[in-house]
């Protein structure tokens, strides 16, 4: 059983710039939620997707948007990059969609803008 | 609307002493709860979580929670800690009849001396 990737790992960004970080799910998972996590924090949520609609959307402005592919590996976009989001970016299935209790996490995206 | 608080930053205990990280929440309905471990550079991990039945709840690695509905709390115990458990500790909160999508709490950070 494949776990939850992401990539990359790591990568530094210029404000104003936009980025894009993938996350592959679990196998068999078919909804995806992102988190941010800023340095010294806990995660909060941004959005999910669930069999490629957004299924549920945190306190974060509309230039972060997401995607989820058919194969139910996902996309986090981010435009207009500000300095406060420079954070920890976690991805994290689960399975059957809005009922889904457990969720699986990914290693993370670690996000510097300068 | 949920929210989480975690009463200690961090707490600082000997190899093989017992400890309990502290977490209190607040809903206006019904929840699940979860405990979740993050070691460095690395996503989170579930360590437990209860959804219903026993108030006392075992996890992985020999931790254990307790569910006081009437204190609103879930507090995580380990009889005798190790150097690998060295690690930053998440309480977080979701509604038991929604979308399930957890509310985190700031982290704990158990450190762990020999």
């Known amino acids: 059983e494949t776990g939850v990737t992401q990539s990359p790992t790591h990568l530094i960004k210029t404000r104003g710039q936009q980025v894009t970080l993938r996350c592959s799910s679990q196998?068999?998972?078919?909804?995806v939620s992102w988190y941010q996590q800023a340095l010294g924090q806990g995660p909060q949520f941004i959005f999910q997707?669930?069999?490629?609609?957004?299924?549920g959307r945190g306190n974060f402005p509309p230039r972060f948007s997401g995607l989820q592919f058919p194969n139910y590996s996902s996309e986090l976009n981010v435009n207009a990059l500000e300095l406060d989001d420079s954070a920890l970016y976690l991805c994290?299935?689960?399975?059957?969609?809005?009922?889904?209790?457990?969720?699986?996490f990914g290693p993370g995206t670690r996000l510097t803008v300068t | 609307a949920q929210s989480v608080t975690q009463l200690d930053s961090q707490v600082p205990v000997f190899e093989e002493a017992p400890v309990e990280l502290r977490c209190n929440y607040s809903?206006?309905?019904?929840?699940?709860l979860f405990w979740y471990v993050q070691y460095p550079n690395q996503g989170l991990q579930l360590l437990l979580k209860?959804?219903?039945?026993?108030?006392l709840v075992k996890g992985i690695n020999g931790f254990e929670a307790e569910f006081n509905k009437s204190q609103t709390s879930f507090h995580l115990r380990k009889p005798s800690v190790h150097i690998s458990d060295t690690a930053e500790y998440f309480c977080?909160?979701?509604?038991?009849?929604?979308?399930?999508?957890?509310?985190f709490g700031r982290g704990t950070s158990l450190i762990v001396h020999p």
């Open positions: 994290a299935s689960s399975l059957q969609g809005v009922k889904s209790v457990e969720q699986y």
């Open positions: 196998s068999g998972h078919n909804t």
């Open positions: 997707y669930y069999r490629e609609e957004e299924n």
């Open positions: 809903s206006s309905v019904s929840v699940y």
């Open positions: 209860y959804l219903s039945g026993s108030t």
């Open positions: 977080a909160v979701s509604s038991s009849g929604g979308s399930y999508i957890p509310t």
